[in-house]
């Protein structure tokens, strides 16, 4: 079985505020495949970890609106949301195709919603917050 | 159920609550989730219960960072 550990890693590194860069998570979703489905048990797993990513974000985005992070960082957030707006219809999806256990399709958007996820990485990242290792 | 990868992904949400209680952030979803692991963990399995805690928990977070920035 070839499984792929998907390990991302949320810190903030945010210039003038030093007690939010600690945020820190780590999450191993893998890669779903017929030999590793997406049970509900996975399913629910995979969504506990992006709401810690997501408290994470939550976290950059309150310190930017209160001011206390550089301005540049409203962009920043605009880009990241991006794409961060296109995860709840695959959630969804997802949800459905796990509870009539539809691993075909379950598959494939779980591995997209990683994708995904790699992605806000890639532009968190690039205002800052690094999601990733 | 990957108890391995449940145990770190615990191990990180205990240290993110930490960082969100130190910078004065609303750590309460990020309590529930570690909860709802840890009693999933203890169970070998998740009940749909728990499972609909944890998407109403994660939509409500999407739908929070989402929210156009002011």
């Keep these: 079985m070839r499984k792929i550990i998907l390990v991302l890693t949320l810190s903030l590194s945010l210039a003038g505020c030093a007690t939010i860069k600690n945020i820190e998570t780590a999450i191993s979703l893998g890669t779903a495949s017929v030999a590793n489905p997406v049970t509900p048990t996975r399913l629910n797993q995979m969504e506990s970890a992006f709401t810690l990513v997501f408290a994470g974000l939550n976290a950059w985005k309150k310190s930017c609106v209160q001011g206390l992070i550089p301005p540049a960082c409203k962009t920043q957030i605009n880009g990241v949301q991006v794409y961060t707006r296109q995860i709840p219809p695959y959630l969804a999806q997802l949800r459905t195709f796990v509870k009539t256990n539809d691993q075909v399709n379950a598959t494939v958007v779980f591995n997209n919603l990683a994708d995904l996820i790699g992605t806000v990485k890639s532009q968190a990242a690039a205002g800052g917050v690094n999601i990733g290792s | ?70």
């Design chain 2, 1 to 70: 159920m990957d108890i391995a990868a449940v145990l770190a992904l615990i191990l990180k949400g205990v240290g993110i609550i930490s960082t969100l209680v130190t910078i004065g952030e609303d750590a309460a979803p990020a309590i529930k989730v570690v909860t709802n692991l840890i009693t999933g963990a203890q169970a070998g399995t998740v009940t749909a219960e728990e499972l609909a805690a944890t998407e109403a928990t994660l939509d409500a977070m999407i739908t929070d960072f989402n929210t156009p920035i002011a």
